[in-house]
C-alpha cells in the first residue's frame, strides 16, 4: 500500500483562526481601551491566532484616525508581538487610505485589511490601482478584503491574480460568495485565503484556504477553531460534525437582519454600539442567548 505524501502546509501570514474583533466602548460610547485589552487577551488564550481590529466588526466607519491607532496600541499591549495584529485601514478614499495605511505601520500593525473602494463602484483597472497605492506605501503586508455585498463592487478573481505579484498583497478575506472563482485563487497558490462568511469556513478550508476571519470568534474562538483542529487531524466526519453545532448561532449572528457588530456586543459586555446602529431588542437578544448557551452546552 502506497501512503500518500503529506500536503504542504498551508501558507498562513496571519495564522488560520482570525477574529474579527469588536471595538468596547463605555456606557456614554467613548473608546474603552483597557476593555479592549482584556477582550483581545482573552480571544488569544481560547484559540485565536490573530485580531482584526478596526474592521466593520470593529465599527471602523464611526471610529476616528486617533481612536484606530489608540486600539491598536492598546491591544498590541495587551497580547504582546508575536499575536498578528491585522488593522482595518480601509476608506472610500483612496488618498485617506494611504494615510491609515501609514499610521497603522507606525502604530506596529503587522497586516493592513484594506477593502474594496466602497459606493463609487469603481472599475476593475482603478480597484487595482487603488489596492497598489495602499501596498507601495507602507512596508506592510496587506490583507484584500472582497465583500461586494456591501462595497457594490467585486474583486474580479482576473484582478486578484494580478494584484498577487505586488510581494505586499499576500491575502484574501473573502465575502464574494463565489466558491468557483475563491478555488481558482486559491489553486493558483499565490494569495491566502481567509474565510469572511462563517458559513463557508470548512467549505474554503477543505479547498485550500488559510482560515478565517470572524465575527463570531467574539464570543466563540474555542468552537470556531475545533472544526479546522479537527479536519487538520483527518477527521473530516467530526469537522462537519463541529461545524454544524455552530450552525444556529452563526445564522443568529451573521444573518438575521442585523449587523454582526449589534449582535456580537449583544452577548458581550462591551458597551454600546454607535449610530447609526441600534442595539439588538430584547426578543433578538434573548434568541441569542439561547442558541449561544446551546452550543457552550454541545461543546463542553
Known amino acids: 500500500m502506497t501512503v500518500p505524501e503529506a500536503s504542504a502546509p498551508r501558507a498562513a501570514p496571519f495564522g488560520r483562526a482570525l477574529c474579527a474583533m469588536i471595538t468596547p466602548f463605555t456606557a456614554d460610547g467613548e473608546l474603552d481601551l483597557d476593555a479592549a485589552g482584556i477582550h483581545a487577551a482573552g480571544l488569544v488564550a481560547d484559540g485565536c491566532d490573530g485580531l482584526v481590529l478596526s474592521g466593520t466588526t470593529g465599527e471602523s466607519p464611526t471610529t476616528t484616525d ?5 486600539l491598536l496600541r492598546a491591544v498590541r499591549e495587551a497580547v504582546g508581538d508575536a499575536v498578528p495584529l ?18 497603522a505601520e507606525r502604530a506596529g500593525a503587522d497586516g493592513l485589511l484594506v477593502v474594496t473602494p466602497y459606493y463609487s463602484r469603481p472599475p476593475q483597472p482603478a480597484v487595482e490601482a487603488h489596492f497598489r497605492r495602499v501596498a507601495d506605501a507602507t512596508g506592510v503586508p496587506l490583507m484584500l478584503y472582497d465583500i461586494p455585498g456591501r462595497t457594490g463592487t467585486r474583486i474580479e478573481p482576473e ?22 472563482g475563491s478555488t481558482k485563487v486559491i489553486g493558483a497558490g499565490s494569495l491566502s485565503y481567509y474565510s469572511g462568511c462563517e458559513e463557508l469556513n470548512l467549505p474554503l478550508y477543505a479547498v485550500g484556504a488559510a482560515g478565517y476571519v470572524s465575527t463570531v470568534a467574539n464570543v466563540a474562538p474555542r468552537q470556531l477553531r475545533a472544526v479546522l483542529d479537527a479536519f487538520d487531524a483527518g477527521d473530516t466526519a467530526e469537522a462537519a460534525r463541529l461545524n454544524r453545532l455552530t450552525v444556529p448561532l452563526a445564522e443568529l449572528m451573521m444573518s438575521s437582519g442585523l449587523p454582526g457588530t449589534v449582535t456580537a456586543k449583544a452577548l458581550l459586555d462591551a458597551g ?29
Request: charged share 30%; glycine share 6%.
Open 159 to 180: 484582478t486578484l491574480l494580478r494584484l498577487a505579484d505586488h510581494p505586499r498583497v499576500v491575502a484574501v478575506k473573502d465575502c464574494a460568495y463565489d466558491l468557483l
Open 86 to 103: 491585522v488593522a482595518g485601514v480601509g476608506s472610500a478614499d483612496t488618498r485617506h487610505t494611504v494615510e491609515l495605511a501609514r499610521q
Open 272 to 300: 454600546p454600539v454607535r449610530e447609526p446602529l441600534q442595539p439588538a431588542g430584547r426578543e433578538a437578544a434573548d434568541g441569542l442567548r439561547k442558541a449561544y448557551e446551546e452550543l457552550l452546552a454541545a461543546t463542553r
Open 66 to 70: 486617533a481612536e484606530k491607532t489608540a
